[in-house]
């Protein structure tokens, strides 16, 4: 490792001109190639916003599901669970998680907020 780096960058720009003088022959065959005539974008384009109004999507209007009755209090028993939850360390969580497993959702989060107190 004790070789110099511009020794290491003039022999490879040796071995890159041997290449082009070895390949000399096949570009000869296929032509000039130049960046325009590719299908690529200009670098100016890539990454740039296009600007202009966005096109408008029709429409139409939804309508709000209403939760039924026999839902609403697992749903709010699962956000109460959640949000106790979510303010506990790994390990009371994994008590809590436990305690939903064997006693039920109500006995965990009573658990939860004992734990957070």
């Given at each position: 490792?004790?070789?110099?780096?511009f020794?290491?960058?003039?022999?490879?720009?040796?071995?890159?001109?041997?290449?082009?003088?070895?390949?000399?022959?096949?570009?000869?065959?296929?032509?000039?190639?130049?960046?325009?005539?590719?299908?690529?974008?200009?670098?100016?384009?890539?990454?740039?916003?296009?600007?202009?109004?966005?096109?408008?999507?029709?429409?139409?209007?939804?309508?709000?599901?209403?939760?039924?009755?026999?839902?609403?209090?697992?749903?709010?028993?699962?956000?109460?669970?959640?949000?106790?939850?979510k303010?506990?360390?790994?390990?009371?969580?994994?008590?809590?998680?436990?305690?939903?497993?064997?006693?039920?959702?109500?006995?965990?989060?009573k658990?939860?907020?004992?734990?957070?107190?």
């Amino acid at each position: 490792m004790s070789r110099n780096v511009f020794v290491i960058i003039e022999e490879l720009s040796a071995g890159i001109q041997e290449l082009k003088q070895a390949l000399a022959p096949l570009s000869a065959l296929t032509g000039p190639t130049t960046r325009s005539s590719s299908n690529r974008k200009s670098r100016g384009t890539q990454g740039k916003k296009k600007t202009g109004p966005k096109p408008v999507a029709a429409t139409r209007p939804t309508k709000t599901k209403t939760a039924s009755s026999k839902r609403t209090p697992g749903q709010v028993l699962h956000t109460r669970y959640m949000n106790a939850l979510k303010n506990l360390n790994a390990g009371d969580q994994a008590r809590v998680k436990k305690l939903r497993v064997t006693g039920g959702a109500e006995a965990a989060v009573k658990l939860a907020t004992s734990l957070t107190k």
